[in-house]
């Protein structure tokens, strides 16, 4: 059973930075699709970011977001030491929600983790 368990959470003012990071509890290398979601009170959890693993190290992974997060943030990951990571820059006060992180094994298994608050306001 892996484990995953994000940081880097807080309160932070609109225009301001935040970097996320998802620890997972064993080796990542072979995951195929790490995700970011969201949810704001009284709202459904969205997909913000996604990251697809091209399985070689000769080719980049493929990453998607949200229309809402597009060119503000931005989803990596560190196989080296198991963390997917969420740089998010520019906040507003709609980012304000839960993060979770989620991913996915090469065997079809999910994880999620236990999310992270994020909460902007000046």
């Known amino acids: 059973q892996v484990q995953l368990v994000e940081s880097g959470g807080g309160l932070v003012q609109p225009g301001g930075s935040l970097n996320l990071s998802c620890a997972a509890s064993?080796?990542?290398?072979?995951?195929?699709?790490m995700a970011w979601y969201r949810q704001a009170p009284d709202n459904q959890r969205e997909l913000v970011a996604q990251?697809?693993?091209?399985?070689?190290?000769?080719?980049?992974?493929?990453?998607a977001y949200a229309d809402s997060v597009k060119g503000r943030f931005t989803i990596s990951r560190d196989s080296a030491k198991n963390t997917v990571l969420l740089q998010m820059n520019r906040l507003k006060s709609e980012d304000t929600a839960v993060y979770y992180c989620y991913m996915k094994s090469g065997a079809g298994r999910q994880y999620w983790g236990q999310g992270t608050r994020v909460t902007i306001s000046s």
């Open positions: 064993q080796s990542i290398f072979n995951f195929v699709f």
């Open positions: 990251l697809i693993s091209s399985g070689t190290l000769n080719y980049p992974d493929e990453t």
